[in-house]
């Protein structure tokens, strides 16, 4: 874990900072310019890839949790996961960005979408470590309105980033979203059944 935190960390001092800030920084407060400006320098795409990885293993701990020695397995496979989600959404989100009429490569949609999960990776994380710690449910509950603030707030975020990614209004961002999400709902779907059966002939 140390030598994750580590890369992590790594990867993102290899982005330049923006007006003397740190990108990651920016980002949550002004995610257009700061992607855009990003994007323009070609910087984000192994902290978004990284980031992406490490969402899909926070999912994966959840299942994990369920068995008596989880071992290191399924964050490993949850990791590949999610960067194979993220390779599959950003294709389909550039190709049907075109539609409307979005002229951006590949590596800057995905760019766009692993930063832009940076928000709700923090909060899996926070809440996979509530449910490991066996924190009282009720204790959990209380914390509701902050979750879906927080979760609100990343949905914005990614919406501004692949805006800025695109080169789209916002409409036709999250348009393009919706179509890119009901696309994909099938395979992702498919490749999270096919996680949960592997996990539970392992357990």
């Avoid at 740190?22 to 990003?38: D, E, F, G, I």
């Avoid at 959840?62 to 194979?84: N, T």
């Avoid at 760019?111 to 709700?120: D, E, H, Q, S």
Wanted: with cysteine; charged share 10%.
């Amino acid at each position: 874990m140390r030598a994750e935190i580590c890369f992590f960390n790594q990867s993102l001092g290899q982005m330049s900072t923006i007006n003397n800030k740190p990108p990651l920084l920016t980002l949550w407060l002004k995610p257009t310019s700061s992607m855009r400006a990003m994007l323009d320098a070609g910087q984000g795409h192994s902290a978004a890839v990284l980031i992406t990885a490490f969402f899909g293993a926070v999912q994966s701990g959840r299942l994990a949790m369920e068995q008596a020695e989880p071992g290191p397995l399924p964050f490993v496979l949850g990791g590949l996961a999610g960067v194979v989600g993220l390779y599959l959404f950003g294709w389909l989100t550039r190709n049907f960005g075109r539609w409307f009429g979005a002229e951006a490569a590949q590596r800057d949609t995905r760019t766009a979408i692993g930063l832009g999960l940076l928000p709700w990776t923090l909060l899996s994380m926070v809440l996979s470590f509530m449910v490991g710690a066996e924190m009282d449910p009720e204790v959990i509950v209380s914390y509701a309105p902050i979750f879906f603030v927080v979760f609100i707030y990343g949905y914005v975020i990614m919406l501004m980033a692949l805006s800025a990614a695109l080169r789209l209004s916002v409409l036709k961002t999250f348009l393009c979203l919706v179509v890119t999400v009901l696309v994909s709902l099938f395979p992702l779907t498919l490749l999270g059944q096919f996680l949960v059966k592997l996990f539970g002939s392992a357990a």
